[in-house]
Each structure stands twice: as structure tokens, then as C-alpha cells.
């Protein structure tokens, strides 16, 4: 069983729909639970992280951790097509000398 | 602010072969990583430095990777027998510190094919 697990997708979606994309875990010492977005031959750009439970708003974008449930969310409210992307999770236990696992990444293409 | 610096962007080599890839951090950023990203995955960590000292390296195939970062600057990722497996993007990221491994800022990769 891999330590976090990501639907890769695609997930196909209309301008201004609401996204949700979602991740799994199993291991419970994580604590911090990050999302970033990777576009077509670049490197992954941090979009939001949440230290252990909870939820986080940045603008169109909410994080939820419900760390009882091993579970992630990301929503993308009013999605535009520049938000099509791939959206990886990534989780730690730490942040002094803890390895970052990934979630294999969700596909997105928000259709104008 | 510049981002992390990476070269070459694209190499294509032969099996057996040896292959070298440069990364250069924000400036100011103590921690670097490289990770490994096979097509459909998401990235996985090869090695961690904190300034020039090594964090982590439980992920590197070190019969065949090695990896230096002598200034506590820059950092060299070599690959030498490069092996069919070994195509993927490789990407380097920076953080603050060994504390700010939850902001980690990514280069573009590099492209290695193996063929």
C-alpha cells in the first residue's frame, strides 16, 4: 500500500465549476499536508499547506484535512481553464530532516 | 525574487552512458532537494541537503547516483551507468531552511531520456 494515494484522472470539468480533488493516507504521523499544481513541463509550484487538521482558504482555493479520516481535500471554486493542470498532494511529518511524499497527481482540464 | 536554476533542460543519452544535472537554489535558501519524476507519478525524493551536509539520501541509488553540494550553493546530481529506468524529469527544489520543507519552490527539471 503506497503512504498516499491520488486518483490521477483526468477530471474533466466546465468553466466556473466547483473542483474537488481529493488524497488519502496512511501514514498518521503526517502534519503537514501540501498541495501544489504542476503545469505541462514545469516544476511544481506550492499552492496552499495546512498544518494538521482543519481547512484553509486562499482566494478561489480551500484545503480541508480530516486527519481521522486520512483524508485531503482540495477545492477550486469558479475553475478556469488556466487552472487545468496537475494537482499533486504531498504530505510530511515534519519539517526538520522529514521526507515529503507525493501523491502520484490529478490531471485537470476545466473546459472554456 | 530569481527561482531555482536548473541545467540542462533536456538530455537525451545512451544506456551506460553518464549524465550530469546543475541546480542552482534561491539565493539564501539553506536546504536543496532533488527529486526524481517518472511520467505519471509524482515526484519522489533522491537527497536532501541541509547547507553542504547531506539530510537524507535513503532514496538514492547510490551504486549508480552520487550527488554534491561542496559550497553549500549549487549542487551536482550525477548519474553514471545511466540505465533505461532512469527517464524521467529530474527536478530541484530549495526551502528556507530545514524547517521549511512544507514550502519547498521547484525548478523547471530537467528531461532525461534514456534510450
Known amino acids: 500500500q503506497k503512504e498516499v494515494e491520488q486518483d490521477p484522472g483526468p477530471l474533466s470539468v466546465p468553466e466556473g465549476a466547483i473542483v474537488s480533488l481529493n488524497c488519502t493516507y496512511s501514514n498518521s504521523a503526517f502534519q503537514y499536508f501540501m498541495w501544489y499544481r504542476q503545469y505541462s513541463r514545469k516544476g511544481p509550484e506550492l499552492l496552499m499547506y495546512t498544518y494538521s487538521s482543519g481547512n484553509k482558504e486562499d482566494g478561489r482555493f480551500t484545503a480541508q484535512v480530516d486527519k481521522s479520516s486520512k483524508y485531503i481535500s482540495l477545492f477550486i471554486r469558479d475553475s478556469q481553464p488556466s487552472d487545468s493542470a496537475t494537482y499533486l498532494c504531498?504530505?510530511?511529518?515534519?519539517?526538520?530532516?522529514?521526507?515529503?511524499?507525493f501523491g502520484a497527481g490529478t490531471r485537470l482540464f476545466v473546459k472554456a | 525574487e530569481a527561482g531555482v536554476a536548473q541545467s540542462p533542460r533536456y538530455k537525451i543519452i545512451e544506456k551506460r552512458q553518464s549524465v550530469a544535472f546543475w541546480c542552482n537554489p534561491i539565493s539564501g535558501h539553506a536546504t536543496l532537494y532533488w527529486y526524481q519524476q517518472i511520467l505519471g507519478q509524482g515526484p519522489k525524493l533522491l537527497i536532501q541537503f541541509q547547507n553542504n551536509g547531506v539530510v537524507d539520501d535513503s532514496q538514492l541509488p547510490k551504486d549508480r547516483f552520487s550527488a554534491e553540494r561542496l559550497k553549500g550553493v549549487d549542487s551536482t546530481l550525477k548519474i553514471q551507468p545511466a540505465k533505461l529506468e532512469d527517464s524521467a524529469v529530474y527536478l530541484c527544489?530549495?526551502?528556507?531552511?530545514?524547517?521549511?520543507?512544507?514550502?519547498?519552490?521547484f525548478g523547471p527539471g530537467t528531461r532525461l531520456t534514456v534510450l
Open positions: 504531498a504530505m510530511s511529518a515534519g519539517t526538520g530532516g522529514f521526507k515529503t511524499i
Open positions: 527544489a530549495s526551502s528556507l531552511g530545514n524547517l521549511g520543507g512544507h514550502e519547498q519552490f
